[in-house]
Structures are given as C-alpha cells and as structure tokens.
C-alpha cells in the first residue's frame, strides 16, 4: 500500500505538470488523490484543507510579504542604477568589465531586494543594452545576467532561507542569513572567472578608467542602499529585532530610499502594494498546498522509505550527498525553487542529520542546487525573464550559459564538501 502512495502521489503530480496544470494546484490535487487512498472523501478533503490553513500559521512567514514589498520598492525607487554604477567603479576597468559589473550589481541588489527575479530584469534592462552598446555578444550578455540573478537568492536576505527554516522545523533563520554570505560570493567569483574567460577569447573591451573623484561620488551615492543590508543583517545579529521584525523595517527603510530618491511617488504606492500582493499570493499559495502535501507524505511514511532506499545504496555521506544533489538538479528542472523546499526538505533532511550533516549547511546546500534549476527550461524563471529582457529566444542563450552552468555546478560541490565556507561565518558570530 505504501509504495501505491508512492506512485499515485508522483504519477498524478508529473502528469497534472504535463497538462499545464499550475503547480500550486497540482500539488494540491496529487496531495488529496494520495490521501483518499486511505482515508474517506470528506475527512480527507478536511484535513488537507486544515494542513494547509496551519501551514500557514507562521510568524516567520510575515517575513515573506514584507521583503517582496521591500524588493518591489526597491525595484522601482533608482536603486539598481546607482548600484550598477558603483560595480563600475570597483571592476568595470577589468578585461570583461561590463560583464563583471553586471554579476557584482546582481550579487548587490538580489542581496538587497532578496529576489533573484527582480534582480534579472532591474540589472539585465540597464545591463544587457549596455553591454551589446560596447561591443558584447548580447546571448552571452543575457547569459551573465541570468545566472549571475541567482546569487540573491543566498546572499541574505532570503526568502527561500526563510522558508527553508519553515519546512526543517525551525532552523535558525539568523543563521542561514549568515551562511550564505560566503557560498553567495563564491558563485559570484566563479561566474566571473567564467566572464573574465570568455572576455579575453573574444578579446571584448575593457571599461573606461573612473577618476576618483567621480569613484567617491558614485560610492556615496550607492551608501544609502548599501546600509539596507547592514541594518537589516546587523540588528538580527545584534538581538535589536527578529527576521520577520527586520523584513517590515526593511520596507520602511525602502520606501523612505525611494521617496527621497524621487522614482517613486505616493502615486505610485496602490501599483507597489498590488503587484507586491499578486506575488504574495502566489508565494503563499505555494507553501500551503506544499505543506499540506509535506503532511501527506509523513501521514504515508514517504519519508522513511526513501531514506531506507538511499541509506540501502550507501552509507557513505559522499555518496548520499551526491545523490541527493543529482535528484535535487533533476527536480530543479520541472519544480519551482518554494515547493521543491517545503516538500524535499522533510524527505532528505533526516537522513542527512543522521549522517551528521548540519541543517544550516544542508539548507545552504539545498539553496545553491535548486538555483540551477532557476535557469533552466522548461520552467526556468530566470531564463524567461533574462530571455526578455534581451529580446532573444531560448535557443540562442543556451549555448553561452553552458559555462556558467558548470561554474555553478562547480560552486555546488564545494559548498556540499567543504561545510566550512557555509558554517564558518556563523560560527564566528556564535551560531
């Protein structure tokens, strides 16, 4: 009967996906087929319903709505620009440089927003007709920005982190904040090892020098945005509030930036809330129907009998790992990054415990494996949106982005065997 669950569960959720069934409500629906197998009509449809409204039943989660408000305002309110120009300043003379600043402008303002979409078409609309302007192929300049959108998603702050620590039962959210620091910058680096490659074989032009003067006056100006990172990170560290206080101060913060910047208008703020509804929707909905399947899958012992298949390959953790990464990049592919985590998280999570993994580094593990998939078709976001951005087709960017695939891929495994780039820093600060 266990393994019935099993296939009716996967069977009805590949399939709903094939028909272009929304995967909210396909989650929903194979959820409730594999809970009637054992349970009536009535009493199962109640109780899916009543795991859904307490998966929401989160203070955490408040932190969700807030940061997307905060990332929309920022999105709008000129933050993007005086960044990009500040990435200019610090690398924009190197060979490549452009495609330097658009991986460094990416890193700051998905850090900033904590939203690797808002990110993509900020920095790619500024960027990519820059970068085409200076004599750069524009697939690979869409390329750059596709993938170089994903490191917001692990430079806190979060929103995948934060629900993440939701689906583990309450992980320090501080302390993923503060893991992913090191991992975010390592996939920068790597991405910009693979532009920096690329730039010399195409022999593409360095920027022009910035005087000093103008450096300071571009630095100063990128001070204002900078500091959203240090009191939203620095009062968690410092006890002054907790992850979900710092996400509300986070859009006061945001929208004092953008009023004074002039981008944004009291005008202006009905569109902000209403977009930034839309896509609080969408999230919550994702996480309800995905905590209600969650519960599902305890209720028919999924869990336990995927660990005992894995633990009867091996025991060896190398092993495992690289299993888990292989399912997680393959998973990645078809499933939206909010999902993936609220449904696999309680499948792999015991396992990797018991082979003495930590949680905040599975959960850093878990982050950078499923950006991958944030890249990809068919249901590759970042894809879409850079694609767009650039006015190209798919087929044209894939070619470009296979290197930074492999730096990606590259950048997982260090962060999946060497703990210490994702557990130093919150050892450092005691966590």
């Not at 920022?74 to 990009?84: E, K, T, V």
Request: net charge neutral.
């Amino acid at each position: 009967m266990e393994y019935l669950e099993i296939w009716v569960l996967v069977i009805s959720f590949v399939a709903l996906l094939i028909l272009g069934v929304p995967i909210a409500y396909s989650i929903g629906i194979s959820g409730t087929l594999t809970l009637l197998i054992n349970v009536m009509p009535l009493p199962a449809f109640t109780t899916f319903s009543q795991r859904m409204a307490t998966g929401l039943d989160s203070f955490a989660l408040l932190a969700i709505p807030f940061f997307i408000l905060a990332g929309q305002l920022m999105n709008q309110g000129g933050i993007a620009l005086r960044l990009i120009d500040f990435a200019k300043v610090l690398v924009g003379r190197l060979p490549g440089g452009l495609a330097f600043v658009n991986v460094m402008a990416n890193m700051l303002f998905g850090a900033i927003s904590g939203s690797a979409a808002a990110s993509a078409s900020a920095i790619g609309s500024f960027m990519t007709p820059k970068m085409v302007e200076e004599g750069y192929d524009k697939p690979f300049a869409a390329a750059v920005n596709i993938t170089s959108a994903t490191t917001g998603l692990v430079i806190p702050p979060s929103n995948i982190l934060i629900v993440y620590s939701l689906a583990s039962g309450g992980v320090s959210i501080a302390a993923l904040f503060i893991a992913g620091y090191v991992p975010g910058i390592l996939t920068g680096l790597l991405l910009m090892g693979v532009a920096a490659a690329y730039a010399y074989r195409k022999n593409y032009p360095v920027g022009e020098t910035t005087g000093f003067r103008t450096g300071v006056m571009k630095f100063l100006d990128a001070i204002p945005s900078l500091m959203l990172l240090v009191i939203v990170i620095g009062g968690i560290l410092a006890g002054i509030f907790t992850a979900t206080e710092a996400s509300a101060i986070a859009v006061l913060y945001a929208l004092i930036l953008a009023l004074i910047y002039g981008e944004v208008k009291l005008a202006h703020i009905p569109s902000i809330l209403l977009k930034s509804v839309r896509v609080t929707s969408i999230v919550l909905l994702l996480v309800a129907t995905s905590m209600g399947m969650s519960w599902v899958m305890s209720f028919a012992n999924i869990p336990q009998n995927v660990s005992a298949g894995l633990l009867s390959i091996s025991t060896n953790v190398i092993v495992i790992l690289l299993i888990i990464n292989l399912i997680l990049l393959f998973v990645g592919i078809f499933m939206d990054m909010t999902p993936a985590v609220l449904i696999f998280t309680p499948i792999f999570l015991p396992i990797v415990a018991d082979l003495g993994i930590d949680p905040v580094h599975f959960g850093i593990i878990m982050v950078v494996n499923l950006t991958v998939g944030l890249c990809t078709p068919p249901v590759g976001s970042l894809l879409f949106i850079g694609c767009s951005v650039a006015d190209l087709s798919i087929m044209k960017v894939i070619r470009p982005l296979m290197p930074f695939f492999i730096a990606m891929i590259v950048a997982l495994m260090l962060i999946t065997y060497i703990p210490a780039i994702s557990l130093w820093l919150p050892g450092v600060f005691g966590y």
